[in-house]
């Protein structure tokens, strides 16, 4: 069944109807318009919301992100954040794939049945106008045929009439035949016309616009399938993000599933222990005897309470409960407690071995440079390294300086010298003994015996550290030296200590031996 069979006589019907189908396509490329707007402002205003609750660099919001349930909010924003994008994507998929491409086809769509209308407009008025020149016909002939009879009748009375001339009664006669002649050509025009009507209107009903209608269908349908497709994309296009939706919120979940409460408490205790010992009792103080007069007398005001005493310990460098200090000293880290101490001044330490390992790295490249100069002149003059060599020698000085220095003030505030001297007695590449390092050896000092002298006091009354990690032997390693621990190939040891960047690390053996590997012979996992 199609329209131009069973609704050929409904061009008004038809004509509204494929006119509301492409207002339909209108509103529904409006709707989807107005469903992105409000993706991408619910996305701004999760980018607003994440941006406002993000911490700032270097806030005080950001150092708590040490504990896992602040990172573990943080996590949350992030996760916020791409959900975020996701809105957004819906948004921009909806715009291209429906908005875009419905009304590019819903331009060709209404061109197209503007032309079929065309069409059928000239169609009728080539029909109306055979039925003008029909209808004109026929009046005239009509006209005429009367004329034609009037003009037999007079010239039949004029015969009868004995009054009237031989003349008159010809012309009269002459005049009924002439008449009687157009009406006859009236006739066959009107019939002519008639059956050029008949069969132009035969065409229209039955073929002309019977196409047009089809081809309106045909229209009508294909405009029916493509705003089916862009139903479909409708729900597709977010089903295709919702993967990654999902991730999202699995992110979100795991967020707060890697909250370790426990792992919190030690952070907290890690970072703000001081180190003081509690305060002993107060003794007491017998007014009542005439002993220590002197004594008493000096003492007779409030006695001292826990926050004073406090106050007073450590040569007053730390004040309970109080954020004033009158004097600060930065440098030995004096105003921190004891065991915050320890901690920066042991971090000191370390960013000052790695600065010095520069250094001496660097002088061994510039006396190799030197060297081959001296060998062969024509690549360059050793003079010219000179200024080089005696500024990394006058940076290696200083540096050496500020590493007793700081070593010292550990050792005063009861640490131990934990860092490495990084390569202090370290072997060049031609395998002579480097003598720009730390600290001047003997001759008969076996390099690599020096290099784990100081490695023996880390062991000596400690507990047990927690490990941090695992790692598994990639190849054998004696151990012969003090402070190292021996290996075997596919051995897993505990990771107690990781690489300080002196190219060491410290594990431990299940029965509690310790001691130190090289970080290259192992591959090391840490617990995250």
Known sequence: MDWGTELWDQYDIIDKHTQSGLDLVEKYVKFVKERTEIEQNYAKQLRNLTKKYSPKRGSKEEQECRFSNHQAFLDILNELNDYAGQREVIAENMMINICIELTKYLQDLKQERKMHLIEAKKAQQSLEGTYKQLDNSKKRFEREWREAEKAAQYAEKTDQDLNATKADVEKAKNQAHMRTHIAEECRNDYASQLQKYNKEQSSFYFTDMPLIFNKLQDTDERRIKKLSEGYALFADTERHVMPIIGKCLEGITR????????????????????????????????????????????????????????SKNRNKTFRLFNKKTKSVDAEGFTHLPPEQRRKRLQQKIDDISKELQKEVDQSEALGKMKDVYEKNPQMGDPASLAPQIAQTAQNMERLRGELNKYECWLTGAGGRGDSIRYSTHSLNNNGAHNHNSLGALSDETDPSQAIYTEFDDDFEGEDLAAPIGQCTALYNFPGSSEGTISMQEGEVLFVVEEDKGDGWTRVRRNNGDEGYIPTSYANITLNK
């Open 255 to 310: 967020a707060g599933a890697n909250i370790n409460s426990k792992n919190d408490s030690m952070v907290l205790i890690e970072q703000h222990k001081s180190g003081f010992e509690r305060p002993g009792d107060l003794d007491f103080e017998d007014y009542s005897q005439g002993i220590n007069r002197a004594s008493s007398e000096s003492s007779l005001g409030t006695p001292k309470g826990p926050l004073e005493l406090l």
